[in-house]
Every structure is written in structure tokens, then in C-alpha cells.
């Protein structure tokens, strides 16, 4: 069913479904949103009933901190880089945890902002998903336009996603999907008719910008310490990096910027079969010696970072091999 994105926004506020399709070129799939505050036994029954199963619960980074909701894995490795955390159930009045009943218990209790991380129990039945800080300007995902479509709404940016499937499990696309839609009377909506719309408004660029807390960071420098400040963001895959800031940043002369990949190896534990740790130290002495500069930290860049025995193995073959190293 097609409506104006009005009308389809002001359904999806009453707590009726919408179904959100995707890029052709992406997974090109449609999927079932819902405000997770509108969650009801029936309503999840219906969501069981014609999708995959997995119910999702897609929230801002900021909500999934309140909770205490980690990442699934530290390693992302999904091609989408969709931001899993640890799933959950709610632990008041809990059997299983299976049905529509109790997941809709849970999917609401995400969205009560009164819920504290003690009210639930990992894992879980409920699969909460983690939107990128930069909207749909920094990904094209359906975690990100339901947070959207909250926002837009003026509900808690929680809401509820899951993929349609056909009656042989395949993914529902194309003319499937839009019968579907007929025939269940729910209104259908692109991601870039979305984009459009925010583009518009003038409200997609503004979530380009990040709001950084910057905490006190005092560094020892050839005997004399250095006040650098550090702050966090969240990158695509739900990682966490880090920016190193030191001095006043201004646009009225260049700035010396390092952008660093982890390496806990050298980074931290000094190690001599890398030049992590130097290359680090040597860029902070020379942001410290040009009175101002920036470090852009980044984490779980490498596809064996964590595999920290493998990776001494495979530098010290490159030295004993004479290759040189690649610049980090």
C-alpha cells in the first residue's frame, strides 16, 4: 500500500507496521518496523508469523550504553557490518522467553526508559541492534532509518525490525512484497525515499555531526607532562575508536593529524617485532612539538588483530624474509 511519507509516518506513530525496502545494490530486502513501544503479543505474533523469526530491536548507541548491552562479538565480521549486541530477554515474569508475549515484553521494556540493565537477563530471545552515530548519511541500513523514523516521530529512537520472507523462507522482494503489502494493508516505504525526505528537512546532514565528551588525558613527555584530551566514537560495525586531541584545533592554520590502527603489541606491551609504539610516540612528540594536532585511533582494523600469537608469527617472518613492513 502506498501513501505519502506523512501519512506513512503518522501510521507508523499510531503503532501500526511499516515496511521499509532497501538499495537493490544492498540486501534489497523489506522489512517489517514498528515502534518497540507499540509491541504487543499480537502484533509480535504477526512479525513471527511472517518473517524470519529474528527480532531485532534497533537503538542509538546511547541507549545501548544505559543498558550495558556489549557488542555480540569484538570482531564483526558480517558483510553489512550490522552492529549485533549480546541478545536479552526481560527478566520480569519470564517462562522461555519464545513466545510473542514475552518477546513483546522485552522489545518494550528496551524502549521503557525507566529500564535499567538489571532488567534484563543475557542472553536472550531479542536481538538488539546498535545504529550508526552518523544516521542513514553514514549508512544505508534498515537499523538506522527505523532510529530515524523514531526520531522523526518524536518516539524513543527504539524500534522494532525484521526481515519479510516468503512461505519457502526465501527473502520476499519485488512483486511480493508489494502484494503483501496490499493485501495486509501496510504502507510501504524505499530507505531513499526516507533519505530524501530528511535531505529535504534538512535533517540528514545534521547527523553528520558528532558530539564528542572529551575526558582529561595527562601524558609524561620528556619529563614533563602534556595535557591531551581523549573521546570516543562509534564506527561502522559497532566498533569503538578513539580521537587523541592535543592543544587548540583552529581552521586558521594546518593541522598534523595520525590516523593509528591498533596494535596492542606494540602499542602497549612495547614489542620489537613491530613499530607501532614508535610510530605513535613519534607522531604524539610532533603534534606536542607543533603545539596542536589530532590522533584518530583505530580499533579492530585488522582481520587478525586479536590473533596477537599469529600476528607476532607472521611480522617476524616478514623480517627474517626482508619485506618491508606496511606503514600503519
Not at 53 to 64: F, N
Not at 145 to 157: R, T
Request: charged content about 25%; hydrophobic content about 40%.
Amino acid at each position: 500500500m502506498t501513501l505519502s511519507l506523512d501519512k506513512t509516518l503518522e501510521a507508523f506513530r499510531d503503532g501500526g507496521f511499516v515496511i521499509v525496502t532497501d538499495d537493490a545494490d544492498r540486501e534489497n530486502e523489506g522489512d517489517l518496523f514498528l515502534l518497540a513501544s507499540a509491541a504487543t503479543t499480537e502484533k509480535i505474533g504477526f512479525m513471527i508469523r511472517y518473517t524470519s523469526g529474528v527480532i531485532c530491536v534497533a537503538m542509538t548507541e546511547e541507549r545501548s550504553r544505559q543498558l550495558h548491552l556489549p557488542l555480540m562479538v569484538k570482531q564483526n565480521q558480517d558483510t553489512k557490518r550490522t552492529a549485533f549486541t549480546v541478545t536479552v530477554d526481560a527478566k520480569h515474569e519470564i517462562t522461555t522467553g519464545i513466545s510473542a508475549k514475552e518477546r513483546a515484553n522485552t522489545i518494550r521494556a528496551l524502549a521503557d526508559l525507566s529500564s535499567t540493565a538489571e532488567d534484563f537477563i543475557r542472553p536472550g530471545h531479542i536481538f538488539p541492534l546498535i545504529a550508526h552515530e552518523g544516521g542513514l548519511a553514514a549508512r544505508r541500513g534498515h537499523t538506522e532509518a527505523i532510529v530515524e523514523m523514531c526520531k522523526l516521530v518524536g518516539e524513543n529512537q527504539v524500534g522494532v525490525i525484521s526481515e519479510l520472507v516468503n512461505e519457502d523462507g526465501s527473502m520476499m522482494r519485488g512483486e511480493n512484497l508489494t502484494r503483501f503489502a496490499s493485501e495486509q494493508g501496510i504502507p510501504i516505504l524505499s530507505i531513499a525515499q526516507l533519505m530524501s525526505a530528511l535531505e529535504g528537512s534538512n535533517k540528514l546532514d545534521s547527523q553528520k555531526e558528532f558530539h564528542l565528551n572529551w575526558a582529561e588525558l595527562p601524558r609524561s613527555s620528556s619529563g614533563q607532562i602534556k595535557q591531551w584530551q581523549i573521546a570516543t566514537f562509534l564506527g561502522r560495525g559497532g566498533v569503538d575508536h578513539a580521537l587523541l586531541k592535543f592543544g587548540i584545533l583552529n581552521s586558521e592554520k594546518p593541522l598534523l593529524v595520525r590516523i593509528h590502527s591498533e596494535c596492542l603489541t606494540g602499542d602497549v606491551l612495547g614489542s620489537l617485532r613491530c613499530d607501532c609504539g614508535s610510530q605513535l610516540e613519534r607522531a604524539m612528540n610532533e603534534i606536542e612539538s607543533a603545539g596542536s594536532g589530532l590522533i584518530i585511533y583505530l580499533r579492530d582494523q585488522e582481520g587478525e588483530a586479536l590473533d596477537y600469537p599469529k600476528k607476532s608469527r607472521l611480522i617476524n617472518c616478514k623480517i627474517k624474509a626482508l619485506i618491508p613492513l606496511m606503514p600503519i
